[in-house]
């Protein structure tokens, strides 16, 4: 079956640096989206991508979506406290309609 | 706003019970899912639903089941507890396909522990 791989697990910045998480995909993705998950909550939708190379930005966060949209980025700049916990991509395949999750990265911000 | 409700948010059970954990949402929602998170595995699909008294096996559905009989209301079962089941489980709902560009939104979550 589909798997969806996030690296790195964890990741550990001091407030200010930028930071990336990626998310490979075993198998061509029609469609990726972007979750955050806030300590303590839920997961929370922050985007989707949809064309191949695309590329988004919502202020500080930026994310792309690969040529051969099997994997996706999402890179942070100058992080700050607020963008504390688990960062999420989810996929989905031509003709399916349900979403596999990635592992996860969990970011931590040293003040 | 969108609402999922999970109507527990902690439960306690021993080993071979049965469990219903229900969720509701009130936005007429086609889709319905319910995940479960574990550390060092993200969330895991276990079970999905596209319309009333319709389901699906997600990635994980060995110990579990659900029922739709409302649009509003998905519940899932464990229909003999065991430990490894001790989890947080996520319920969602979503208007159509995500190929629609339709959006997963998530409850609050319901942790279980199973002694």
């Known amino acids: ?111 | 706003d969108v609402k999922v409700t999970q109507s527990s948010r902690y439960l306690v059970k021993r080993t071979g019970e049965k469990v219903f954990l229900e969720c509701v949402q009130d936005m007429d929602h086609e889709n319905m899912f319910w995940y479960r998170q574990d550390p060092g595995l993200g969330l895991r699909l276990i079970y999905f639903s596209y319309d009333v008294k319709m389901k699906e096996k997600g990635d994980i559905p060995e110990g579990y089941s659900v029922s739709r009989e409302k649009k509003e209301r998905f519940s899932l079962i464990l229909e003999s507890a065991s430990t490894n089941q001790t989890s947080m489980y996520l319920c969602a709902s979503s208007l159509g396909g995500a190929l629609s560009g339709n959006t997963i939104y998530f409850g609050e979550g319901s942790w279980l522990t199973v002694v």
């Open chain 1, 1 to 111: 079956g589909q798997q969806v791989m996030q690296i790195p697990q964890y990741q550990h910045v001091q407030e200010g640096e930028d930071f990336t998480t990626y998310c490979n995909s075993s198998t061509t993705l029609s469609n990726i989206q972007w979750y955050k998950q806030r300590p303590g909550g839920h997961p929370v939708f922050l985007i989707q991508l949809v064309k191949s190379g695309e590329v988004k930005k919502q202020k500080r966060l930026t994310f792309q979506f690969g040529e051969a949209k099997k994997n996706s980025s999402l890179h942070i700049t100058a992080t700050q406290t607020t963008d504390v916990g688990t960062y999420f991509c989810a996929g989905e395949n031509f003709g399916n309609e349900k979403l596999t999750f990635g592992t996860g990265t969990r970011l931590t911000i040293i003040p």
